[in-house]
C-alpha cells in the first residue's frame, strides 16, 4: 500500500509518495517517488495494484523495444491505429466500417458515405497528429482546441463549453452553468495527479473525470478517449483501444462507477482491456 511520507530536510518539508516492496526472502525496500514540497489534498491516493503496475510497465518496456511512439505509428501500427479511429468513432454511432475508414484517412472517400461520417474520421486523424505534436500538458486551451478539431464542420459550437443540459441514459451529467468551474477543478486534479499517479492510472481517471462532467454538447466520448490515449502515449505506453463491439460492458462499468461512486472499477476494467490488447507483449 502506497502512502504519503514527509522529510524534514535543513529545515524544509518534503513529501514523498512511497511504497514498501519486497526484494526476497523477508526483504523489503521502500521506493520513493518524490511529489513536491506540499502534501497531496484529500482525494488523491494511487488505487493502481502493484501487480497491475508490474504488468503495464511490462508492456511499455516491451512495446517500446519494437516501436517508436509519434506518427511514425501510422505506418508501424498502422491497423491498430485505423481501428482506435474506427471504433472511438463507431461507438458514438459512425456508420463507416473499418475498411471504409481506413480508405477515407487514405485519402479515398466510399462514394455513398455520409459527408459527416467522413469528416468525423478526418478530424479524428488531425487530433491524432494534433497530439502527437503537442508538447503541453491537458490544459483548458489545450482540451477547447482539441474539440474545435475533433467536431469542426460537424458541431456549429465546436470547441465551446455547451449551454445546455444533457443526458447519457439515465446519467445527468454536470448542468450547464457548473461545466466552466467543473472543467476547472479537473485540470487544477489533473495538474496535482500527474505528480503523484502512475500513468496509466492517471490515463484512465482523466477518461473517468472528464466524461462524467460531459463538458461539451457532443464528442465527449471521442474526447476522454483522446486524452486518456494523450497521456498514455506522452508517458511511452502504446493506445488503449476500446471497441465498439464491446461497448456495452465500457457504459455498464461506467453506470457502476455512477451507482458506487468508487473509481477503481473502471480502472480495473480498462486494466484488463489494455492487458488483453497487448498480452503478446506479456509472454
Not at 481517471?205 to 474526447?223: E, S, Y
Request: charged share 30%.
Amino acid at each position: 500500500m502506497a502512502y504519503i511520507e514527509k522529510k524534514i530536510l535543513k529545515g524544509k518539508a518534503y513529501y514523498y509518495l512511497t511504497e514498501s516492496k519486497r526484494t526476497g526472502k523477508g526483504k523489503w525496500k521502500k521506493v520513493r517517488k518524490y511529489i513536491g514540497k506540499k502534501p497531496l489534498k484529500a482525494g488523491i491516493t494511487p488505487l493502481i495494484s502493484r501487480q497491475q503496475l508490474r504488468i503495464v510497465e511490462k508492456i511499455k518496456s516491451a512495446y517500446s523495444k519494437k516501436h517508436k511512439i509519434g506518427k511514425s505509428l501510422w505506418k508501424t501500427e498502422r491497423e491498430r491505429m485505423v481501428s482506435f479511429v474506427f471504433n472511438t468513432n463507431a461507438i458514438e454511432g459512425n456508420t463507416l466500417t473499418y475498411d471504409e475508414t481506413d480508405s477515407v484517412l487514405r485519402g479515398k472517400v466510399p462514394p455513398k458515405a455520409r459527408k459527416k461520417d467522413v469528416k468525423e474520421v478526418q478530424n479524428m486523424k488531425e487530433c491524432i497528429d494534433f497530439l502527437f505534436d503537442y508538447e503541453g500538458e491537458i490544459s483548458e486551451e489545450m482540451v477547447l482546441k482539441l474539440h474545435f478539431i475533433e467536431m469542426k464542420n460537424v458541431l456549429d459550437d465546436a470547441g465551446h463549453y455547451r449551454s445546455v443540459n444533457v443526458r447519457v441514459g439515465n446519467y445527468f451529467p454536470t448542468v450547464f452553468q457548473e461545466v466552466p468551474g467543473a472543467m476547472g477543478r479537473f485540470f487544477s486534479w489533473y495538474e496535482k495527479a500527474r505528480n503523484v499517479l502512475d500513468p496509466f492510472e492517471l490515463a484512465a481517471l482523466a477518461h473517468l473525470k472528464f466524461v462524467r462532467i460531459h463538458p461539451f454538447r457532443d464528442g465527449n466520448g471521442r474526447m476522454s478517449r483522446l486524452l486518456m490515449n494523450f497521456v498514455l502515449l506522452k508517458n511511452g505506453y502504446p493506445l488503449l483501444n476500446i471497441f465498439d463491439a464491446e461497448k456495452i460492458l465500457y457504459y455498464l462499468v461506467l453506470r457502476k462507477v455512477d451507482s458506487s461512486k468508487k473509481e477503481k472499477p473502471f480502472l480495473d476494467y480498462l486494466f484488463e482491456v489494455y492487458a488483453t490488447q497487448y498480452k503478446e507483449f506479456l509472454k
